[in-house]
């Protein structure tokens, strides 16, 4: 019978990995010592908390032309921009929309090479939270990852700190696996992953020929297209001179308070951060209200929340009606708080707005 091994790792360089083994029904979990060689090929289990997973209406296509379309999608509202970005694509779920995850090239570069210094060959690379099992009834579940919990339901997966996962899970039935029997889960949802992280540039490769005649294949057509190359080469040129421009300004806001990579705009972030006020509003009192101001507007599903340094809080939203944001603006001033539209995308009939939420000044 084939052993399936998942390669746990962890959140922190120079941490401990741990080693998953499952054969038939049996299954056991052991730390790897520093300098073991294990020689094996294994399932990498990613750090939940450096993925971001999304469900999202793309165009039918390739996988090459879903990540391409999924990168558009997210290029402003991250601020990695698109060398240091990895996309990865999953299949569709039942409202037809498609599975896409990201994380920064690093991480996973890091991964790969946190594996390959034990001997371990990479077979795929999930997040943990995309293990969990998605319950046919679309109950919650929720499940320990060391400091932090995975959450999943249909059409949702993440993981997040405990207070935050106890505000989100506390009003609605959910399911809880407790660490002691995690193990079998986990190997499970890798028997059949969601999705797989070694796609583009990380794909698993067949062979050295193949490589070579895709190889060979690339060079022939670059051969008839360079006319059009040279043609289009001052318009590339002006539009990477605008990126790097872009980048740059993100790197010194990034460079001033590192938190700001993590949102949409660094700059004002790190402005905001930088002049913030020393009494701000307190976190469990925000989001309690925020998540009852949600609630009081039936038409409005809440996609994430993020408590920033700066004592806001970052929320997408979804809706299928306008007047459903109408309605929240309202909640929103009878609670006393600060409303703020970053984004709003109409993808069919789904309405998804990108929110900054404060108490009132």
Known sequence: ?????????????????????????????????????LDVGAVLVAPGADTVARWMDLPVGSPAQARSAAAFRVEDEIALAGEELHIAVGGLDEAGRTLVVWT???????WLDMALAHGVTPEAVIPDYLLLPEDPAGQLIVAPFGERLGLREPGRAFNVEPEL????AADRPHRYIPAAELDPWLA???????????????????????????????????????PLILVLAQIAHDQLTARALERQARSLAVSMVPQASRYEDPAAFALARITAA?????????????????????????????????GAIRSAIAYANY?????????????????????????GARITSDLIVRRQP
Not at 323 to 340: E, F, P, V
């Open 278 to 310: 020393q009494g701000r509003q307190g976190f469990g009192d925000l989001a309690a209200s925020y998540l009852a101001m949600v609630r009081s507007a039936p038409g409005v599903t809440l996609d994430t929340l993020v408590y920033g340094d700066d």
């Open 104 to 110: 920064a090239r690093a991480k996973l570069n890091a």
């Open 188 to 226: 499970a949802g890798a028997r059949s992953p969601a999705i797989n992280l070694l796609q583009g540039q990380f794909a698993i490769r067949s062979g050295a020929p193949a490589r070579g005649r895709k190889r060979l294949a690339i060079l022939a057509a670059v051969a008839v297209i360079s």
């Open 1 to 37: 019978m084939t052993v399936l091994r998942l390669l746990i790792l962890p959140p922190q360089s120079g941490a401990r990995l741990e080693l998953i083994e499952a054969e038939g029904d049996v299954v056991s979990r052991r730390p790897v010592e520093i300098d073991e060689r």
């Open 323 to 347: 007047s459903d944001m109408d309605q929240l603006r309202n909640a929103a001033k009878k609670a006393g708080l600060q409303l703020t539209e970053q984004s709003t995308v109409t993808e």
């Open 165 to 168: 996962a106890a505000l989100l």
